[in-house]
């Protein structure tokens, strides 16, 4: 089983970006999917999670900012990220919750 995430980079303050991440099995659609992060010297925290019924959680730093989504037919899970703060900056890691599976993390940095 494996997770491949994408589409961090370098963005401006109050950009936007698209973290996709696709998973391997077909068991995707019934499995808890979430977004993590991790900043550097802080411990990794819960940004986003979704349930396979497409119930939404969300860490109160990134609500109302950052939307998470799951296409099952595509096995894909999306985070998107929307005005950006400099404070958003870190390693961001999809997990299968439900299998507790981790998939390599993706840089976002947000900075002029």
């Known amino acids: 089983v494996q997770l491949q995430a994408s589409g961090g980079g370098l963005v401006q303050p109050g950009g936007s970006l698209r973290l996709s991440c696709a998973h391997s099995r077909s068991i995707f659609r019934t499995n808890v999917m979430g977004w993590y992060r991790q900043a550097p010297g802080k411990q990794r925290e819960l940004v986003a999670r979704v349930s396979g019924v497409g119930t939404t959680v969300y860490a109160d730093s990134v609500r109302g900012r950052f939307t998470i989504s799951r296409d099952n037919a595509k096995k894909t899970v999306y985070l998107e990220m929307n005005s950006l703060k400099p404070e958003d900056t870190a390693v961001y890691y999809c997990?299968?919750?439900?299998?507790?599976?981790w998939g390599q993390g993706t840089q976002v940095t947000v900075s002029s």
């Open positions: 997990n299968d919750d439900t299998l507790n599976l």
